[in-house]
Structures are given as structure tokens and as C-alpha cells.
């Protein structure tokens, strides 16, 4: 597979994986939705300084955006548990604001 091929499949699945639309990651990016289709769909590619802006948004170090599939499932894996991780402790912290809005902690 051309390195083209692998960053468009993994954008793609970024993208879905942190449940963001073409719009959504468009306007978190500050792009058009359609320039982020033109990439999607190999049209056009972007610059190295919007692959880091992709990055960050999508919480994924850069490089792995040019890494096959096969190789990256441990990373994805990765990704995931750290997502959970994430969301684990806005839950928690969410949770902690509630019980102290109500007096039941202090």
C-alpha cells in the first residue's frame, strides 16, 4: 500500500475512532470540510504542519499516521485504553464537583 493510502486510512479511522464527523474535525482544524474530503479521498494531501494539527486534535502522535495498519494495532489499542482512561477520570472528577455541590463531600 502507497504511504498516501496508509495516512488516508488512518486519518479516516482517527477520525471515526474519536467519533468526529468531516465537519466536526474540519471545524476543530480550522479547514473546509471539503479540503478535509479531498484528503479523505486522495485528491489532495496536506502540509506537515496541518498533519499536526490533525495530530493534536485527534489526541494521535503524528508518525503513526504513516503506519500500516497491521503494525499499528497495538498502538490503536493504546489509544483506546487511553481514551478510557481519559473519559475515567472527567467521570470521576464530574462525579466528585456533584457530591461536593451537594455536601456529601467537603
Known sequence: MSLR???INNLKFYRKNSHFSQQQLAEKCNIA???L???ETGKKFPSVE???TFSKELSVPAYLFFIESTE???NKDFITKKRNEEFSQKLLKNI???LKDYEFLE
Request: overall charge negative.
Open 72 to 74: 499499528v494495532k497495538i
Open 50 to 52: 496541518m498533519i499536526e
Open 37 to 39: 474530503s479531498e484528503i
Open 96 to 98: 466528585t464537583n456533584l
Open 5 to 7: 493510502n496508509v495516512f
Open 33 to 35: 470540510t471539503n479540503y
